[in-house]
Nanobody
Framework: QVQLVESGGGLVQPGGSLRLSCAAS????????VRWYRQAPGKEREFVAT???????NYADSVKGRFTISRDNAKNEVYLQMNSLTPGIRAVYYC????????WGRGTQVTVSS
């Protein structure tokens, strides 16, 4: 059974940092394209960042220069380092792994507030 489990969310002050983790079981993340998305209440889910199987990365314009996606093959995890977090952000962050099939985690809540 494939599982993606996000963690690392929480409450952070504006300008602060968080590192989200996406831990996988049942699949090998290094063989998949892994993406992070986020969804704020009442809004559509939006793309945040990509880490391809060959190590290419891509980011939404809104997070470029502040967020970094990375992967640890030994741990079978993908991370999203988020710096300079914008005040007022309240969203659930999801990871997604795609290759032949498409898997989503259940998300981790991030709230940026003072």
């Amino acid at each position: 059974q494939v599982q993606l489990v996000e963690s690392g969310g929480g409450l952070v002050q504006p300008g602060g940092s968080l590192r989200l983790s996406c831990a996988a079981s049942g699949i090998t993340l290094s063989l998949n394209t892994v993406r992070w998305y986020r969804q704020a209440p009442g809004k559509e889910r939006e793309f945040v960042a990509t880490f391809t199987s060959v190590g290419n990365t891509n980011y939404a314009d809104s997070v470029k220069g502040r967020f970094t996606i990375s992967r640890d093959n030994a741990k079978n995890e993908v991370y999203l380092q988020m710096n300079s977090l914008t005040p007022g952000i309240r969203a659930v962050y999801y990871c997604r792994a795609q290759r032949v099939f498409d898997f989503w985690g259940r998300g981790t809540q991030v709230t940026v507030s003072s």
